[in-house]
């Protein structure tokens, strides 16, 4: 069994940053690849970037890619999204989960455990 619990969402006005965290609990952090999804009021929840157990191997959804970065700190049981330069279509509800496993995957059912989000608000 694994635990999420993410932090560090808000309010924020486009052009702006915000840093996301996810800590989990259990002692085999390192075994499982990551991800962060969103969900928009009213849509799907979507894939946003997602890190392999040992982070060499990272994968980002097309719209966020050089304005995103995923990392993780495997001593901390912690992965992070950090979000620059925000546009008012990143606001969503975002998810952690985590998956047993080196293979990074995008879809929501290939994971296994999730928090239970964070909202970002991307003023305009």
């Known amino acids: 069994q694994v635990q999420l619990v993410e932090s560090g969402g808000g309010l924020v006005p486009a052009g702006g940053s915000l840093s996301l965290s996810c800590a989990a609990s259990?002692?085999?952090?390192?075994?499982?690849?990551m991800g962060w999804f969103r969900q928009a009021s009213g849509k799907e929840r979507e894939f946003v970037a997602a890190?392999?157990?040992?982070?060499?191997?990272?994968y980002y959804e097309d719209g966020v890619k050089g304005r995103f970065t995923i990392s993780r700190d495997n001593a901390k049981n912690t992965v992070y999204l950090q979000m620059n330069s925000l546009k008012p279509e990143d606001t969503a509800v975002y998810f952690c989960?985590?998956?047993?496993?080196?293979?990074?995957?995008?879809?929501?059912?290939?994971?296994?455990?999730w928090g239970q989000g964070t909202q970002v608000t991307v003023s305009s």
């Open positions: 989960a985590s998956r047993l496993g080196v293979a990074v995957r995008r879809t929501i059912n290939a994971y296994d455990y």
């Open positions: 890190i392999s157990s040992s982070s060499s191997n990272i």
């Open positions: 259990g002692r085999t952090f390192s075994s499982y690849a």
